[in-house]
């Protein structure tokens, strides 16, 4: 595949044609196991593709609600490291550091901030919209070989870590998206039976 991606012109008309390709894959999707993903992640040309596709989410306003941070080689080993210092304080400390695995095996990690602007549109929108932007990061990765977690743990959630992120008070991590390539296949999990979650509304 090449590395370079196509980017649309502004108000260029773009396909509407039906791709049976695109819905198998997405009728197929699923999340590798992180402590599985190993080198060879994308490299700097293929993450600026991913990244560029991520960045399509649907995004009420136009406000681009959100940002990357990619953690890779030394600076994702040095963050292991920091992380490794402050699991310690963590209330289950074995847990916290048996956690940093996911983070240590992948040979990329983005992290997804969600970063919303003030104004009209709800807060909440602008975080659906840093959600859509981690899914479509995996769909990505999944379309050029690699395979890819989304995960959180309580690293997420810990102000220490938001701080050493560079986060602003606002800013919220949306997931920690780990690719790379997976030694085993993922197998298929269970699924909801979607027609029991679907009602048609009637007046
Ligand atoms: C917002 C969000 C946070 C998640 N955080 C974690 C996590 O911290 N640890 C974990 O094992 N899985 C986490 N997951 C779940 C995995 O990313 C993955 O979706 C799950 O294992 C189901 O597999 P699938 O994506 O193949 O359907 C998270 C998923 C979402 C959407």
């Not at 306003?61 to 890779?72: A, D, H, M, Q, T």
């Not at 989304?150 to 986060?167: K, N």
Request: glycine residues 6%.
């Amino acid at each position: 595949m090449p590395a370079k991606l196509p980017i649309p012109d502004l108000g260029a008309p773009l396909p509407t044609v039906s791709s049976a390709e695109m819905l198998d894959r997405l009728a197929t999707r699923r999340s590798a196991s992180a402590p599985l993903l190993a080198a060879p992640g994308p490299d700097d040309a293929q993450l600026r593709d991913l990244l560029q596709i991520a960045a399509r989410a649907p995004d009420h306003g136009k406000l681009f609600p959100w940002r990357f941070i990619v953690l890779r080689d030394g600076s994702k080993a040095a963050f292991v490291e920091a992380l490794r210092r402050l699991a310690d304080h963590q209330p289950d400390a074995d847990k916290a550091r048996t956690a940093l695995r996911k983070l240590e095996a992948p040979p990329v990690a983005v992290v997804v901030v969600s970063s919303p602007k003030a104004g009209a549109i709800p807060a909440w929108e602008q975080e659906l919209s840093a959600g859509s932007v981690c899914t479509l990061l995996l769909l990505a990765a999944q379309a050029m070989g690699f395979g890819a977690n989304w995960i959180t743990d309580w690293y997420s959630y810990d102000r220490s870590v938001a701080d050493r992120l560079g986060l602003a008070a606002a800013e919220r991590v949306a997931g920690f998206v780990y690719l790379g390539t997976s030694s085993e296949p993922p197998l298929e999990r269970v699924r909801p039976d979607v027609a029991a979650l679907t009602t048609a509304w009637e007046a």
